[in-house]
């Protein structure tokens, strides 16, 4: 069973009904105890760094970094993405610092690749560029898009960096090592392959679950 975390930052409802879409169980919880029986954890959300600090304080945080410590496979998407970085430019958060990194505002009046404007936030579908190949990953078409909302983009750490995306500037799109990922984009929102993706999360799962 896969926990997807309830911390009242959006978008839950709609992973979960991804996953369900799956066939795979899942429980949008802020239990520490489901969380921490879980096989894998999703932890999504829209909204700002720095209310999402604070509804994380009640110890919800505590769980995610035990989650880390001790191996248990993790998803951060979107806002989750973001403040599993050391610092947030948006409301000049110190966030989780589950991985180097910070996230950082897009430039205003940013163009794109043909010279036309790039508003912020960045809405709509874009592709990536695989840097470092990843089981996260497997099985989706070098040709796929994402759908993306956002007006920060996080700047980790290099080493852990998967595939980048441009939009005015290029920026990592999806980062993390086996077991403990995030991606800025939807994949409960793209489509055939942000299924994928997400069976992919779930598999490995399985398998790490099995492997103890």
């Known amino acids: 069973m ?32 489901v969380l921490d029986s879980a096989n894998g954890i999703v932890f999504p959300g829209v909204g700002a760094a720095g ?44 966030t989780l610092g589950l991985v180097p990194g910070a996230c950082r505002r897009f430039a205003d009046n940013m163009q794109q690749e043909d010279g036309s404007p790039a508003p912020v936030p960045h809405m709509g579908w874009n592709s990536l560029r695989v840097r470092t190949e ?30 980048t995306t441009v939009y005015g500037r290029e920026f990592c799109s999806c980062y993390g090592r086996d077991g403990l990922w995030a991606v800025q984009f939807h994949p409960e929102k793209s489509g055939r392959p942000g299924l994928i993706l997400l069976r992919n999360f779930y598999n490995y799962c399985r398998e790490a679950r099995r492997a103890q």
């Open 2 to 33: 896969l926990a997807i975390l309830d911390y009242e930052a959006g978008n839950q409802t709609s992973v979960c009904r991804a996953l369900e879409h799956l066939g795979i169980p899942c429980a949008v919880t802020a239990d520490t105890a």
């Open 51 to 94: 209310q999402a600090m604070g509804a994380l304080a009640a110890g919800l945080d505590a769980s995610l970094r035990l989650a880390v410590q001790t191996g248990k496979p993790l998803l951060g998407i979107c806002l989750g993405c973001q403040i599993l970085l050391e610092y947030s430019e948006e409301n000049n958060a110190r």
């Open 134 to 163: 990843s089981l996260l990953l497997a099985g989706i078409s070098p040709e796929a898009e994402f759908y993306f909302v956002h007006s920060y983009y996080v700047a980790p750490d290099p080493t852990f960096v998967i595939a």
